[in-house]
């Protein structure tokens, strides 16, 4: 079972879905980028959206809840999506919780494959789908994604965003923030502004939730990164950061969509910076 600090962290599996590879990989040429992760016959790699949940200090904080269940036939066919054999409500139950036991939801942006599991139908209507939690955003993001934009209106949607403008369940952060002792939120902003990643960490040991940061292991090196970033030199330089900054301090990284590794660690090697020891969270 892992645990940093006072806290037990559970990987919570949502579901599966495909992206366009071209578009996950930017300007990497298929040769190269499919030697790590495969195409569909639609050019579509595989991904998960694995969330993370910590159990301690009195809550159950969960970080990210995947794509949801909202969405029709088109839209799942579109993205891959499938949530036959692993879905929220039964990763949680597994561990013997369900949505309302929930009392704090970290978003690190607002892309529906993020928190689309926020909402749900009832009644053919989208509501809030945690009652009892309070949702944790970056300020300028829900600004940013309020306003949204015409690069990523598709992945800003209504019913996800709505409800929690007005459920009185929102909780706007400025800037780094230490929200809750051990988990501290650090605010990206190459992907999309004000990305949030959250660092769980004690004396002794560190694991960065890496959200769109560097979304599979495929992702390490800093070029390699995503169409779908607004700013990429942007990225790059904060990928350059946060990898300095996790192999000094032997940080552990929790990848949320990698079709294959959960946990790994990252570490100097002959061609520079590369991932080690990848294995299930429960095996930290």
Request: glycine content about 8%; some cysteine.
């Amino acid at each position: 079972m892992a645990q940093i600090g006072s806290y037990t962290l559970h990987a919570i599996e949502t579901g599966r879905f495909g992206l366009d590879g071209g578009a996950m990989f930017g300007i990497v040429p298929k040769p190269l980028w499919e030697r790590k992760i495969i195409a569909d016959e639609l050019n579509r790699i595989p991904l998960h959206a694995r969330c993370l949940l910590l159990e301690g200090e009195g809550r159950l904080i969960l970080i990210d809840n995947g794509i949801g269940d909202k969405y029709n036939e088109k839209f799942r066919a579109i993205y891959a999506v499938d949530d036959t054999d692993v879905n929220l409500d039964g990763s949680l139950n597994a561990l013997g919780y369900s949505r309302n036991e929930i009392t704090d939801v970290i978003l690190t942006h607002l892309h529906f494959d993020h928190c689309g599991g926020s909402t749900h139908l009832v009644d053919g209507k989208p509501r809030v789908a945690f009652e009892n939690a309070t949702f944790h955003v970056q300020k300028e993001h829900w600004d940013w994604a309020d306003k949204s934009n015409i690069r990523e209106r598709a992945s800003f949607l209504a019913e996800n965003l709505e409800p929690l403008a007005d459920s009185g369940q929102l909780n706007l952060i400025d800037g780094t923030s230490e929200l809750f002792p051990g988990v501290e939120l650090i605010p990206v902003d190459g992907h999309t502004k004000a990305m949030q990643l959250v660092r769980v960490h004690d004396e002794s040991q560190s694991l960065l939730f890496v959200a769109d940061l560097m979304p599979t292991h495929a992702h390490l090196m800093p070029a390699w990164n995503m169409s779908y970033d607004l700013w990429p030199m942007t990225s790059i330089e904060e990928k350059r950061r946060i990898l300095e900054a996790a192999v000094t301090e032997k940080w552990h990284f929790f990848c949320e969509h990698d079709p294959t590794i959960g946990l790994c660690d990252v570490v100097r090697g002959e061609r520079g910076i590369e991932t080690a020891n990848p294995r299930p969270l429960a095996e930290l």
